[in-house]
Nanobody, 116 residues
Framework: QVQLVESGGGLVQAGGSLRLSCAAS????????MRWYRQPPGKEREFVAQ????????VYATSVEGRFTISRDNAKNTLYLQMNSLRPEDTAIYYC?????????WGQGTQVTVSS
């Protein structure tokens, strides 16, 4: 089993920045990749960004590319999402996701609210 705990959410004004963290614990010895997803109010969950655990190759949703940066600290089994130039439409619950072989794990989510 793997446990994921997100932190770093909060309320920020448009144009501001936040940094989310996701700490992984448990059976973390064979992580393939980790992702951030988000679920805006009244909408479905959507992909935000991914990083391959080995090699660090990243992929971003078009809506966040150039503003958000995903990174990881392999030694700490921690995932980050640096969010700059935040917009009201970035308001959502942000979820950390880890997949390892056939297994897929989710964190509990952290709220990000961007005021205009």
């Amino acid at each position: 089993q793997v446990q994921l705990v997100e932190s770093g959410g909060g309320l920020v004004q448009a144009g501001g920045s936040l940094r989310l963290s996701c700490a992984a614990s448990g059976r973390t010895f064979s992580i393939d990749a980790m992702r951030w997803y988000r679920q805006p109010p009244g909408k479905e969950r959507e992909f935000v960004a991914q990083v391959r655990w080995s090699g660090g190759v990243t992929v971003y949703a078009t809506s966040v590319e150039g503003r958000f940066t995903i990174s990881r600290d392999n030694a700490k089994n921690t995932l980050y999402l640096q969010m700059n130039s935040l917009r009201p439409e970035d308001t959502a619950i942000y979820y950390c996701n880890l997949f390892s072989g056939p297994n897929n794990y989710w964190g509990q989510g952290t709220q990000v609210t961007v005021s205009s």
